[in-house]
């Protein structure tokens, strides 16, 4: 099985534990992925012609969303069978995807609010998810719990497209955090029983469950914190 092409040093690997190093392996990807999705993002916003394509055509943007959807869906069925080229590649290709699509942002949102959003976003993840590493409680039991919630904001977010009230747009925010928090912690802690499998390539199912908590977590935070244009 081709390894991460990340692998630490032999001194260093001596110098932790296996599901330390494991863990930051995650880490380090769901990094790169972040960083690709900016990068693709601030791409869009310097080209013209992207932003034509992109948003001029409802149908290009919502087709944009609909395979994002799929490439996740996919990617979780053939991650432990797909060579770990293959996999990366499939994780930073539905990065940069993210970025094409969540480069609307910078047209609603100031580059000063995105920034400082962000910074607040790494600080409140850091801390779920060292709790989420760190404690001793089995934090499975959430998962039924963060999914019936996260049913529901997709639910009520859905109905508010026709109501279009700002109370149900402040409730389903508050939930969201408490809900993508969550999730940020449990995914922490499931990295861990990936680590005992010593597969390269569940770092990036790992990765990729963060870096969707991740962005979620931002996106919501960014309606409390953003200052629109």
């Known amino acids: 099985m081709p390894l991460d092409p990340w692998q ?6 001596r110098a932790q534990t296996g599901e330390a190093a494991f863990i930051a392996k995650v880490y380090r990807w769901m990094a790169a992925g972040l960083a690709v999705t900016g990068l693709f ?16 055509n409802p149908v290009v943007f919502f087709g944009l969303i609909i395979g994002e959807l799929v ?14 080229g ?6 930073l290709a539905y990065c940069a995807l993210s970025g094409l699509t969540l480069s609307s942002i910078f047209f609603a949102y100031t580059r000063d609010s995105i920034a400082s959003t962000f910074f607040i976003t790494g600080g409140a993840f850091a801390a779920v998810s060292a709790f989420g590493t760190l404690t001793k409680r089995d934090l499975s039991g959430w998962a039924q719990f963060l999914f019936i919630g996260l049913v529901g904001i997709i639910i009520a977010s859905v109905v ?10 402040f409730v389903t925010s ?11 912690a ?6 861990k029983a990936y680590a005992a499998e010593g597969d390269d390539r569940l770092a990036l199912h790992g990765a990729l469950s963060l870096y969707l908590d991740f962005i979620n977590l931002f996106l919501i935070l960014l309606r409390f914190f953003g200052r629109r244009r």
């Open 86 to 91: 293959t996999a990366a590649l499939m994780f």
């Open 8 to 13: 630490t040093s032999a001194a260093y690997d």
């Open 160 to 169: 508010n497209i026709f109501l279009r009230s700002d109370a149900v747009v």
């Open 174 to 184: 508050c939930a969201g955090v408490l809900v993508f928090g969550g999730l940020a």
């Open 41 to 56: 993002a601030l791409g869009v916003t310097e080209s013209p012609g992207l932003q034509r394509v992109i948003f001029g």
């Open 186 to 191: 449990y995914d922490a802690q499931r990295i």
């Open 71 to 84: 490439m996740v869906g996919f990617f979780t069925r053939v991650v432990r069978t797909a060579t770990f």
